[in-house]
């Protein structure tokens, strides 16, 4: 069965910082663009990041740039979302999926998704 699972989520106060990670079974992610998504309670799915197959080329969304970093590992079928600073406007359920494309791609391009972790932001 081909799985995505996104693990780190939690609680943590303004200024805090988690890591996410999102890890593969039943595939390799290592052909795969991988993004991270992020849903907020009565607002639409949004982009937030994304890692080329290689990890050579990296986008951000300007509410999360010079704050978040993404990076993978692909020998562990990996891929890692480093967040500092948080902000309680970054509370969301947030989502990895995977592309079938190597590059960093469109919405409809992600064809694989994990089932969120839920970040909580607030003191």
């Known amino acids: 069965q081909l799985q995505l699972v996104e693990s780190g989520g939690g609680l943590v106060q303004p200024g805090g910082s988690l890591r996410l990670s999102c890890a593969a079974s039943g595939f390799t992610l290592a052909y795969s663009a991988i993004g991270w998504f992020r849903q907020a309670p009565g607002k639409e799915r949004e982009g937030i990041s994304c890692?080329?197959?290689?990890?050579?080329?990296?986008d951000y969304a300007d509410s999360v740039k010079g704050r978040f970093t993404i990076s993978r590992d692909n020998a562990k079928d990996t891929v890692y979302l480093q967040m500092n600073s948080l902000k309680p406007e970054d509370t969301a359920v947030y989502y990895c999926?995977?592309?079938?494309?190597?590059?960093?791609?469109?919405?409809?391009?992600?064809?694989?998704w994990g089932q969120g972790t839920q970040v909580t932001v607030s003191s």
């Open positions: 999926a995977a592309a079938v494309t190597r590059v960093c791609s469109y919405y409809s391009a992600y064809n694989h």
């Open positions: 890692i080329s197959s290689s990890g050579t080329s990296t």
